[in-house]
């Protein structure tokens, strides 16, 4: 009995790796095990008929990979254009495993919470919220993205088409505002 308790214990009190980032005005924080490289922005082709927030696609290692701008994707209006210094994380989603990458305001410090820290995490609607939880932080909030909710169904299934089809949704002549 007392080794199940323990389990317990220590299962909630997990502590895991946190990388602060903003979304222009939007304080938020993401497992860094799930953040594979942090890079500038390179070219990207645009893909027609999906979100404004998904600004693009690259070709990663032979795999097409979806950009979002996060600050898009969590209602955040556009502010300023992109540069080559304009920070892009590429990640993995929680449960899926599907790669994407972020566009990011800014990058801050690695952290470390406890799974108790993590607050609210009832109040958020499950797969369907970008966040997962909110936690604070040197008196600030963050909210804890909830990766698999960051890329809608339409962008998913870029990956279930085939390459003919996904070069069939390409258009080079697609320009954004």
């Known amino acids: 009995m007392a080794s199940t308790l323990g389990s317990f214990h220590q299962h909630f009190n997990k502590k895991q790796l946190y990388l602060e980032l903003q979304a222009q005005s939007i304080a938020c924080c993401l497992l860094v095990s799930q953040v594979n490289k942090i890079f500038s922005l390179m070219a990207l082709t645009p893909v027609a008929k999906t979100p404004d927030y998904l600004v693009g696609v690259f070709n990663y290692h032979g795999v097409s990979v979806p950009v979002i701008d996060l600050a898009m ?14 920070t892009v994380l590429l990640c993995n989603t929680l449960d899926a495993g599907i790669l994407f990458a972020m566009i990011v305001s800014d990058i801050g410090n690695i952290i470390t919470l406890n799974s108790t820290e993590l607050q609210l995490v009832q109040q958020f609607p499950g797969q369907s919220s970008p966040f997962s939880a909110i936690c604070q932080q040197a008196k600030q909030s963050r909210f804890v ?4 909710a960051l890329l809608d169904s339409s962008l998913t299934q870029l990956y279930t088409l085939s390459p003919k089809e996904v070069n069939s949704l390409i258009s080079h002549d697609f320009k954004r505002d």
């Open 73 to 86: 994707r969590l209602g955040e209006t556009k502010d300023a254009a992109y540069s080559i210094n304009t």
């Open 145 to 148: 993205l909830n990766t698999d």
